[in-house]
Every structure is written in C-alpha cells, then in structure tokens.
Nanobody, 117 residues
C-alpha cells in the first residue's frame, strides 16, 4: 500500500516563505490529480491548490499569486511553494493523491504551518 508523506512545515513570520513537499512512500504507483488542502482550527478542510498529471493547476483565490504547486512525476513528489505568507495561512496542510490504476484517494498525515510574528 502506498502512503504520502508531507514535510516542510514550521513557524514563519508574516511575509516569509516555506516549501512543502509530499512524497510517495514507495515506487510503482502513479498519481492522477494531486492536491494540497489545509484545515485551520475550528474550520473545515479546504482545497488550496491542485495539479493534474499533465501539469494543469488550479488555486483558491486567496493564494493566487503567492503559492505555486508543482510536481516531479519521476520522483512521485509534489510541492507547494508558499510566499508572502499571512497569519490566515496558518493551518495543518495535507496532501492528497489519486492513484491512477486504482482510482484510490490517498492522504498524507499533515504538516503544521504557523505564520506568526
């Protein structure tokens, strides 16, 4: 069974940057759509950005121009470059992938991003 493992979260000051990574735990699987979600305390989980296997991307309005999603299919790894971070970006960030051959959704365990001075 394949798992997704996130890394790169942490504490950053407003205006700062972080890069999140999401890597598959084993090879032999390919993913169709992959995405980054986040959940702030007391709020529902929301889609931040998504990317298809061909590289087509979509973003929620509040992060457009600040966040960039990209992936390395050869490494089965997805990234989220986050710039100009704001306190309202504070949340646990989760990655999700859909295994191509199985149409199976796989979630990572989450990584905490805290934007605070």
């Amino acid at each position: 069974q394949v798992q997704l493992v996130e890394s790169g979260g942490g504490l950053v000051q407003p205006g700062g940057s972080l890069r999140l990574s999401c890597a598959a735990s084993r090879s032999g699987f390919s993913f169709n759509v992959m995405g980054w979600y986040r959940q702030a305390p007391g709020k529902e989980r929301e889609l931040v950005a998504a990317i298809s296997s061909g590289g087509t991307t979509t973003y929620r309005d509040s992060v457009k121009g600040r966040f960039t999603i990209y992936r390395d299919n050869a490494k089965n790894t997805m990234y989220l470059q986050m710039n100009s971070l704001k306190p309202e970006d504070t949340a646990v960030y989760y990655c999700k992938g859909v295994v191509a051959a199985l149409s199976l959704e796989v979630w990572g365990q989450g990584t905490l991003v805290t934007v605070s001075s």
